[in-house]
């Protein structure tokens, strides 16, 4: 399996790159990529900008699709990967869980049938851009963009996703899903960020 990293947003509502701001001294898109070496065969990085990420030593593909959001970068990394199944993540939360990562794997690796996409549901809802998506989507994803579709979430409940509970399975192994599940789409959300981190 391979992780996909989506780092093709515009941060229009931060005014600045929120892969690069730091958390504990290092940019959130290398604590997202050390975390995400040791579990996948490869990582790539969705971008249109491959000059600014250069550093990283990712594998690195542009959007094909332009200005279609997540769906466009999805599309664009399924494109490239040779892995059925690949972890798609956002590169804005900077408090992903290793164990959480390893579960929805565990639960893609051990499942008898096979699914398009394996998505996180918790009481505040479903979180299609820290999820699992077969590559056969791909053309799935290029129809409804053309028919002017962007919603992730009507999208994946048409796709027959496979939805992991996970309140129950977090109180148990004690992953705060209010943390893994944050991100940085405002300054005040950034600030917020590193106090969790203290």
């Known amino acids: 399996m391979n992780a996909i990293i989506l780092a093709g947003g515009k941060n229009s509502r931060i005014g600045t790159r929120k892969a690069f701001l730091e958390i504990e001294g290092r940019p959130i898109i290398q604590r997202t990529i050390d975390l995400l070496k040791p579990r996948f065969d490869r990582v790539y990085l969705v971008t249109n900008e491959p000059e600014l ?30 892995s059925d199944y690949n972890f798609v993540v956002a590169c804005d939360m900077p408090f992903l869980s290793g164990q959480l990562v390893d579960y929805l794997k565990e ?30 989507l791909r053309p799935k994803i290029s129809e409804a963009l053309a028919a002017g579709e962007r919603k992730m979430g009507f999208l994946v409940r048409n796709w027959q996703a496979y939805f992991i509970d996970l309140d129950e399975w977090a109180e148990a192994n004690g992953v705060q899903l209010e943390k893994v599940f944050s991100n940085v789409n405002t300054w005040a959300e950034f600030e917020a960020a590193k106090k969790v981190s203290e």
């Open 53 to 82: 990420y250069a550093r990283f030593g990712l594998e690195m593909v542009a959007d094909e699709i332009k200005e279609a959001g997540p769906l466009g970068g999805i599309h664009a990394g399924l494109g490239v990967t040779g």
């Open 107 to 136: 639960r893609v690796e051990k499942s008898e049938d096979p699914v398009q996409c394996v998505v996180p549901r918790w009481y505040k809802g479903i979180e299609p851009l820290h999820a699992i998506y077969h590559r056969s």
